[in-house]
């Protein structure tokens, strides 16, 4: 079945410091790959988004590239900022009229001022 | 624009008792998912409507059921509550068009602790 394998956490960090998250994944034909962030007591929200082979997907400063060659989606950013401390989760959904996500184990940034 | 609601949005229960959760998603949204976190399993999909048909379900026991009401709102419910079943239950919903999948749009989640 669809799995998604994301870096384990807990990650710390300096602010401005770079930051990368991996992310690959497993799944049959051609899934929708997803980020979304996770505040404390909070629901998720979008983060970004890439549906096909190459697309790249980019938020708030986030960036990431939906690669098929290595089934990853790696999360990265530039310079992070201590708003940015969150669970972040890797997701895939399987298209064709299959709402279903599967997430990664998701990750904590922590970034410390 | 309301963004989908979840009530309530904390509940205590006693093992062997039943609980409803309820859901209203973003109007004009008809697909309905939701999700089960804990710690140890992280987000765990439990079962999906659309057009109150469900349409896909997780690997979860019959004692968690749903349905989807004709204006698309939604409740899950879990019967003879077990410890294990402390979680946050979160709800998404989302606008499929054509096959193509859309943003999920989550609510804040309940959060059940079974006592």
């Known amino acids: 079945g669809d799995s998604v394998t994301q870096m384990e956490g807990p990650v710390t960090l300096s602010e401005e410091a770079f930051l990368t998250i991996n992310c690959t994944y497993t799944?049959?034909?051609?899934?929708?790959l997803f980020w979304y962030v996770q505040y404390p007591g909070e629901g998720l929200q979008l983060l970004l988004k890439?549906?096909?082979?190459?697309d790249k997907g980019s938020n708030k400063g986030f960036e990431a590239t939906y690669r098929k060659e290595t089934t990853s989606f790696h999360l990265e950013k530039g310079s992070v900022q201590v708003s940015d401390s969150a669970v972040y989760f890797c997701?895939?959904?399987?298209?064709?009229?299959?709402?279903?996500?599967?997430f990664g184990t998701g990750t904590r940034l922590t970034i410390i001022p | 624009k309301a963004g989908v609601t979840q009530t309530p949005r904390y509940l205590i229960k006693t093992r062997g008792q039943q609980v409803t959760l309820s859901c209203s998603p973003i109007?004009?949204?008809?697909?309905v998912s939701w999700y089960q976190q804990t710690p140890g399993q992280g987000l765990q999909f439990l079962f999906e409507?659309?057009?109150?048909?469900?349409?896909n379900k997780g690997n979860f026991p019959g004692r968690f059921s749903g349905r989807q009401f004709s204006n698309s709102r939604s409740e899950m419910n879990v019967s003879t509550l077990e410890l294990g079943d402390s979680a946050l239950y979160l709800c998404?919903?989302?606008?499929?068009?054509?096959?193509?999948?859309?943003?999920?749009?989550f609510g804040q989640g309940t959060r059940l602790t079974v006592v």
């Open positions: 998404a919903s989302s606008l499929p068009e054509g096959g193509a999948n859309t943003e999920a749009f």
């Open positions: 799944a049959t034909g051609y899934p929708s």
């Open positions: 890439a549906t096909k082979a190459d």
């Open positions: 997701a895939l959904s399987a298209n064709f009229g299959n709402e279903k996500l599967t």
């Open positions: 109007s004009g949204h008809r697909s």
């Open positions: 409507y659309f057009s109150e048909t469900q349409r």
